[in-house]
């Protein structure tokens, strides 16, 4: 189990964090979220010691982490790094036999890893020369190739195509589900709704919103309403009582509502002004969450 | 694993990488190409006969003279131009003849059949005529000793391997500093090349892994002063290597021409050049790795290390003068300053000129800074890695280090 224990840092006049804690247990992925600055980087780095911070503790498995413990680690930062003139399974083996590997394994995983994500027959070429598709393929398998206990990955997700994006999911997903503690920080909250059960929301330096991603929806206090139709709204959304927020385009409307709203009546009202073609009323999306709790 | 471990890894992905670079493999091949080149072409263009002059004093030099010249032309085609020419011109006593070989106008004197006088020893144009007249005195000894019916094995031997002639020089015992002088030089000039070139692959690794972002990863699973030591083991390593091939490429290449004589070298000479080598090595790669962490582009890589290239310039010319006046205040001084003395030491202890107590002191304050270095350069180097963007201050490296 990690865990981040009310960490501060910062740096002169800048705060980076303040009063940070987190916990991800083995087998579970945690999708850790928070807008740019709000210390998602430097409470990631923190777990490897790349950044001291002023107060508080990292643990594993409740017990200091030291140079042992990181060689169990697998980290993707969030500026890719390679050796640009090593060959692809050269560099892997390598970095393998860092984190304490023996030959042997490390070569061995480091094949198994370029044949999983589609490199074999790359597994000689220069990483400089691979595509930058290929290029985030080999750092995902440079955080893997020593079977690390926990992952840590500063977003894994960024600049992906879509089927890349999947085999990033699904390696992360089959890596909790074999124990592995899971941890990636990600801007995509669509993503993040779709494969993670569980959810961190840092903002400036402290984690805001912290749990599982279905009952945070379910205890939100505010509610998506979405109409379609054919028609002018009109003061269609004047009758609801608790409207937070209204966002219109062309014909899709929009409403963050308190979730004590009674919207019974709302329906029949949306009816009566036109043809209707869309009507939802749905606990809020992880953007919606994100929003409420960063604002 | 263990800490050493880690090292030594680093230290082989280093060896590695850029022993199979092509920046490597073309200055390894051309610095070769180019040492044979200086070794082989003079002889070349040398061709033709050697001519000297020998002068003889009292009786008993004919023979030798002619054996000599026998020897000496003894590989050549039938037909061809001897490759070696010796008058003997006679001499009243042994201070005319001296006067003519201080002068020049003779090579070398004979006196009495038992006795050679060159001008200095180990030059390099005399000691090819030095080793074919004590040859040619062998033969004869030979010829006298199986005449008088002594052909065991052992007396033949004996006389094949020792140096009959006795040899005294004009200039005295000190008449070696020549050449050890110029082996001095050469190694001097090899070692600055050295500095600069590998001390440039040092800092140029440390950039590059920091430019490219691949220390963020390393240093999630090492050590800062792993990656240093590991840099500096296998670069280290690979100079030595390049540095030792190029002295086998001019052996070997002499050898084989016979081009020039090899001057006499002293094997303390060059052991203490390839001490002074790793001394030096060691003292400039710590400090080009440390700045190599301060800066996150290569562009800004040379800024950084243009101190430590002014230092091993400086350190160039005061061992420059140190090799004119190996005595003289210059060459003292530089041997206690740490930055100069693996440049002006070698320099000083090939002609002899240091004395012992120096020479420690020397070594001391260079190991003892070396040290003191490695502590800085890796708090520096823990510090500078993990800040991007603009060239970091030095202070600041060391107190980000700190917690």
């Known amino acids: ?295 | 694993m263990s800490s050493m471990g880690t090292v030594w890894r680093i230290a082989l992905r280093e060896i590695r990488e850029h022993g199979r670079s092509k920046s490597f493999l073309v200055t390894t091949s051309v610095t070769f190409l180019l040492v044979a080149a200086l070794v082989v072409v003079p002889g070349l263009i040398g061709g033709g006969t050697e001519e000297s002059t020998v002068g003889g004093v009292g009786t008993g030099n004919e023979p030798i003279i002619t054996a000599a010249e026998q020897l000496g032309n003894a590989s050549d085609e039938p037909d061809a131009e001897p490759s070696v020419s010796i008058d003997l011109q006679e001499f009243e006593d042994r201070e005319t003849a001296e006067t003519a070989l201080d002068e020049g106008e003779i090579d070398a004197i004979l006196i009495d059949g038992s006795e050679v006088v060159v001008e200095s020893v180990g030059g390099f144009g005399e000691s090819s005529l030095l080793s074919l007249l004590q040859q040619g005195a062998a033969s004869v000894e030979l010829e006298a000793v199986v005449a008088e019916g002594g052909q065991a094995a052992a007396d033949v031997i004996e006389v094949m391997t020792s140096d009959p002639l006795e040899t005294t020089t004009l200039t005295g015992p000190e008449a070696g500093d020549e050449t050890r002088g110029a082996v001095a030089y050469a190694g001097l000039l090899l070692l600055y090349i050295a500095v600069l070139l590998y001390g440039n692959w040092m800092l140029a690794g440390v950039t590059e892994e920091k430019s490219n972002r691949v220390v963020e990863v390393l240093l999630s699973s090492v050590k800062p002063w792993q990656i240093l030591a590991g840099k500096i083991i296998g670069i280290g390593s690979l100079g030595i290597a390049q540095f030792a091939g190029t002295i086998l490429v001019a052996f070997l290449a002499v050898n084989l021409t016979g081009a020039i004589e090899l001057p006499s070298l002293d094997v303390v000479v060059v052991a203490n050049l390839i001490f002074w080598f790793i001394l030096g090595f060691l003292l400039f790669a710590v400090m080009y790795g440390a700045a190599g962490s301060l800066v996150s582009r290569m562009e800004d890589a040379q800024n950084v290390a243009f101190p430590m290239s002014m230092i091993a310039v400086a350190g160039f010319f005061v061992s420059i003068a140190a090799l004119g006046d190996p005595d003289g205040t210059v060459a003292v001084v530089g041997t206690f300053i740490p930055f100069t003395a693996p440049f002006v030491v070698p320099v000083r202890a090939s002609l002899g000129a240091i004395p012992a107590w120096q020479y420690i002191a020397s070594v001391v304050i260079t190991v003892a800074t070396i040290v003191g270095l490695v502590l800085v350069a890796g708090r520096i180097y823990a510090g500078g890695l993990l800040r991007f963007g603009s060239r970091v201050k030095l202070r600041e490296a060391w107190r980000s280090a700190e917690t």
């Open chain 1, 1 to 295: 189990m990690l865990a981040l224990k009310d960490l501060h840092k910062r740096y002169d006049d800048v705060v980076a964090l303040a009063g940070c804690t987190l916990q991800v247990d083995r087998g579970r992925m945690l999708g850790f979220l928070g807008p740019n600055g709000a210390g998602k980087t430097t409470a990631m780095r923190t777990i490897f010691g790349l950044v001291t911070p002023d107060s508080g503790e990292v643990t594993w498995d409740d017990g200091p982490i030291g140079i042992e413990q990181k060689r169990r680690f697998g980290y993707m930062p969030e500026q890719r790094g390679l050796y640009p003139k090593m060959r692809a399974q050269e560099q892997l083996a390598y970095l393998g036999r860092l984190r304490g590997m023996d030959a042997k394994a490390a070569s061995a995983s480091a094949d198994a890893w370029l044949e999983r994500l589609g490199l074999a027959d790359r597994r000689m070429d220069r990483v400089e020369v691979l595509s930058h598709g290929n290029q985030q393929r080999v750092q995902l398998a440079a955080a893997l190739v020593h079977d690390p206990e926990l992952l840590v990955m500063d977003e894994p997700f960024s600049g992906l195509d879509p089927i890349a994006t999947e085999t990033m999911a699904d390696i992360l997903r089959e890596q909790a589900e074999h124990g592995k503690a899971v941890v990636f920080s990600s801007h995509q909250l669509d993503l993040v709704e779709d494969i993670c059960e569980e959810v961190a929301i840092i903002n400036a330096g402290q984690i805001v919103v912290e749990g599982d991603v279905r009952e945070l929806k379910d205890a939100a206090p505010i509610r998506h309403l979405e109409v379609e139709l054919d028609g002018e709204i009109g003061d269609l959304f004047d009758g609801l009582e608790g409207v937070r927020q209204i966002r219109s385009d062309d014909h899709i409307h929009t409403a963050i509502i308190d979730s004590g709203t009674d919207v019974r009546g709302f329906l029949s009202r949306a009816q009566a002004i036109g043809q209707l073609r869309h009507f939802a009323y749905t606990t809020p999306s992880l953007s919606d969450l994100f929003r409420e709790a960063v604002k």
